[in-house]
């Protein structure tokens, strides 16, 4: 059984019985009425999707069975109106593989990650803020370090949503020293729990999906709900320790910034109008340094639909 890494993938590539992680699973129907699924395959450099064609009832069951283990699949690699494609030939499941080696890790350790966090929660100088935080952080610790940040387009790998909180955080700190007049406090505390719901929204790291109450409710409303919660818990029921609560939902229900975003709340505060920013600029970012992983100098990318389906250009000159 050959190893064949995504990212070094190239047109024309032929893989037989390559051993990946099968991460994702739909179908749909041709236009000649014929059944074919749609698979993701993941290792640890990264996904790609491929398409199994001509396919029955019977297959669609049993490649279901499959996704979430590592399986041996046979497929070649092209292009289609620039777009690439796997034409899957064959799969099975595959035998006594450790499934960690085919999971995408943050590039940066778990006990690092934790330790930055920790310095930036510890910076935090109101108390009230500070003991809120902590107590949510402290509830979800173990879930937080393992889970992605979504389920595709940004920091969709293991351990991904602690990496994308640490680079808002470090962006929060960079804003702070430009425009002195933000709340540090509240910028750092609406960094911390904007998308602390995830947890609970996502099933976890491996063929993450959307659970049940992620569909129904949704994270921002779930940590909403999670912060008056603690906030009883901790018996924070003072005129002042109810402003924080109110602030600290206020930061979490507005940090997709637009109503047709999915925010219930516009940002009304200048720490909410910034937590809006550094979480845009750091998905997008992540998405345009994947998109152009592997785009030679002088080439584009194929389209991102997350990205306005844009396509990004590779610059002939050297990075700087």
């Not at 080696?101 to 930055?116: G, K, L, N, R, W």
């Not at 909180?165 to 960079?174: D, E, H, S, V």
């Amino acid at each position: 059984m050959k190893v064949v890494e995504i990212h070094k993938l190239t047109d024309g590539t032929t893989v037989e019985q390559a051993p990946y992680l099968l991460s994702g699973l739909t179908h749909g129907t041709a236009n000649n009425g014929q059944l074919y699924l749609n698979l993701e395959f993941q290792d640890s450099t990264g996904t790609i999707s491929g398409k199994l064609w001509q396919a029955n009832q019977e297959i669609l069951q049993q490649v279901s069975e499959l996704v979430g283990t590592i399986i041996e699949a046979s497929f070649v690699k092209n292009t289609y109106r620039n777009q690439t494609q796997l034409k899957v030939i064959k799969l099975q499941r595959a035998e006594n593989v450790a499934l960690e080696q085919f999971i995408e890790t943050a590039p940066m350790a778990s006990d690092a990650m934790q330790q930055e966090v920790a310095n930036y929660i510890q910076a935090i100088i109101n108390s009230d803020v500070q003991i809120l935080v902590q107590s949510l952080m402290t509830k979800y610790h173990e879930s937080f370090y393992r889970f992605p940040a979504a389920s595709k387009n940004h920091h969709d790998y293991m351990g991904g949503l602690a990496y994308h909180t640490i680079c808002m955080l470090r962006l929060a700190k960079m804003m702070k020293e430009l425009y002195p007049i933000l709340n540090s406090d509240y910028l750092y505390a609406g960094v911390l729990l904007h998308d602390l719901g995830k947890v609970v929204e996502l099933s976890g790291p491996i063929a993450t999906e959307y659970t049940t109450k992620g569909k129904l409710i949704g994270h921002i409303n779930i940590m909403v709900s999670e912060i008056e919660v603690m906030s009883q818990r901790l018996q924070m029921h003072s005129e002042t320790q109810q402003e924080v609560v109110m602030i600290l939902q206020h930061l979490v229900l507005s940090h997709h910034g637009k109503l047709e975003y999915g925010s219930p709340k516009l940002p009304m505060m200048m720490e909410a109008e910034m937590l809006t920013y550094i979480d845009n600029i750091d998905a997008k970012m992540m998405m345009m340094e994947r998109a152009l992983q592997g785009i030679e100098p002088g080439e584009f990318s194929q389209r991102v639909f997350a990205l306005e389906n844009r396509q990004l250009y590779q610059p002939k000159s050297d990075k700087q």
